[in-house]
């Protein structure tokens, strides 16, 4: 049960099981536990131990490292990602074996400090192209920040051909057969993974693939889920299409996208989304589109919010609040990266209209750029205040394109109209 | 009284004000993405950028300056740091980042012509 798990004649497997696991980091879950990889390399002049696991696991991690290796072999360790789950057992590693050095990269400095709190720490950090010999193997480092933290590294073994890659091409599923042309079907947690740790990060992961792609590879081990030895490359291949832009209008920067995502009790917020659509539509090299959010659900909308360039959200306020399907749209704003996209809140409300201003705050704090004033208009919309709507969505789309016209307003006049939209707001 | 002009170059808004103004009081009034959390200089986060003009800013308290330079720090340890960290960090090495083209918009004054911009 506790044995190490041969890669190849000079790499095994160390790590740990955890299959009771269901919830990981509070945000994901896992039907069937997970798995903490840590590994050992030996060359002629000693042993590398590439990530360990988490705390609770170490016995696991120490049963299965005593038989591929003394404490006193270990030259080498190497840390490509500093997250508790796969640091827990390394205080105690590092008591066992205090002669082996400690490789991280230049980004976890900081953090590894914050994490062992020992000020008289030794360790060496490393970026692409800096490798370490051990004697008849070499483990060379890529600097591949952010994947998901700004620390994580991957390490190449020359003479394996071998990527241990920290938690990319990683998920979590606990499958005791280990190998990915072994264990059961698998294909849901490594997307699932990709979608919640990855996908923020899409931009981090190509420049990462950049430097994966002239490796020749023929294992990637990862930190959390099966080894894939079995067309290994198909996962690189997968990661790149995730991760990749696909739309037209993503690769033609000439064009913008505004996403207008809206729902409707009574018809009065619809049609102010139709008529701030036709505002934007009318700005040259802006694309407008709107969305019901009522005929999807915010999971599905996670593509159209990572793409866009400008995302509207038009809600009534009931209740004094902006609508849960509304407040879910946002709250899936999390699993991408909208920072600094632009963004704007419309709707009609009945007596006091809080949501637009409610919904406005929250795209402030993901730091979404949120040039004008939301739209908040009294019940059923006139001629009057749908062609303010128009505007509006005009406006919107200038600001996209950065044609916004040059207005020049004195402090006094800009501070009044706050003051006077403040006072109408309360008094509603 | 003496006026100044601040021009926001984000959303292309130019506002006359008093001078003896405070970034923060007018920022987000023309809707400019320069954002703020603690409003009184602690956390740094309404930091932004002097586009031109740097010479008719008010003077750099000592603490304001501290927090710049925690913020630097700040940003290049943080989890999930800015899209562009290593541009922003490169600028910051090269151009003297705290206090000269980088302040906080809760704490500078504005005595003259200025345009700035959210970082």
Redesign the interface.
Known sequence: MMQPVWLSERVQWIGAFDPGMRSFDVILKTPNGTTYNAYAVRGTDGVAVIDTVKAECSEQFFARLEAVARYDEIRVIVLNHLEPDHTGALPELMRRAPQAKLYISQ?AQ??LKALLNRGDLDFTSVTTGDTVSLGDRTLRFLHTP?LH??DTQCTYVEEEYILFSGDVFGCHFCDERLFNDKVGDFRFAFEYYYAHIMR?FR?HVLEALTLIDPLPINIIAPTHGPILRDRPLCYVQRYRELSSQRLQSEVDASEKTMVIFYISAYGSTTLMAQAIRDGAESVPGVRASVYDIEGGDADLFVDLVEDADGILIGTPTINGDAVKPAWDVLTSFAKT?V??KLAGAFGSYGWSGEAVRMVEDRM?GL?M?????GLRIKLIPSEAELEECRQYGRQMGE?LVGI????????AD??AS?KQAQAEFNAN | MAKAKVTFS?????????VG?RII??SE?????I?YNCREGDCGVCVFEVVKGQENLSELTKEEKAVLLAHFQEI????????NLEALQTKMQRENFAGKYCRLACQTQVFGDVTVA?L
């Open positions: 980004s900081l953090m952010y933290w700004p923020p931009e990266n920072r600094s402030r730091k750029r949120v040039p004008l004033d600001h916004n016209a040059p207005r020049v307003v004195d402090m800009l501070l706050k | 984000d959303v292309n808004v130019t506002v006359n004000v008093p103004t009081e007018i009034a023309v809707g400019s993405y954002a290049l340890d943080g989890w999930r740091a800015t899209p959210p």
